[in-house]
């Protein structure tokens, strides 16, 4: 399984960006994709999860309101979608899969993308 994430780069406070993950190899229908992100010295914070069978999304509170996650089956990708961003979502950030239900916990996805850099400026 690969992920590739996709979308990141520098936008001022109060810009948008959006965020892809293609995923490609045995992944199952009703695995769960997810969207962390870490900056130096932290680790990974979790950001938000969709639930591919229902769809269910989930996000931390810092996020809620301002992003949103979304997935397109066909195209096996999950997207996150920045609005309103703030100088404290300047992180590295990770898309992850493989987890049979939708966590907030890293120890639950086995597959990882290699992080797309997002900066907010001022």
């Known amino acids: 399984v690969q992920l590739q994430a996709s979308g990141g780069g520098l936008v001022q406070a109060g810009g948008s960006l959006r965020l892809s993950c293609a995923a490609s190899?045995?992944?199952?229908?009703?695995?769960?994709m997810t969207w962390f992100r870490q900056t130096p010295g932290n680790e990974r914070e979790f950001v938000a999860a969709?639930?591919?069978?229902?769809?269910?999304?989930y996000y931390a509170d810092s996020v809620k309101g301002r992003f949103t996650i979304s997935r397109d089956d066909f195209k096996n990708t999950v997207y996150l979608q920045m609005n309103s961003l703030k100088l404290e979502d300047t992180a590295v950030y990770f898309c992850?899969?493989?987890?049979?239900?939708?966590?907030?916990?890293?120890?639950?996805?086995?597959?990882w993308g290699q992080g797309t850099q997002v900066t907010v400026s001022s």
């Open positions: 969709i639930s591919r069978r229902i769809a269910s999304t």
């Open positions: 190899g045995r992944i199952s229908s009703n695995d769960a």
């Open positions: 992850a899969a493989g987890s049979a239900a939708a966590s907030a916990n890293s120890n639950a996805y086995p597959y």
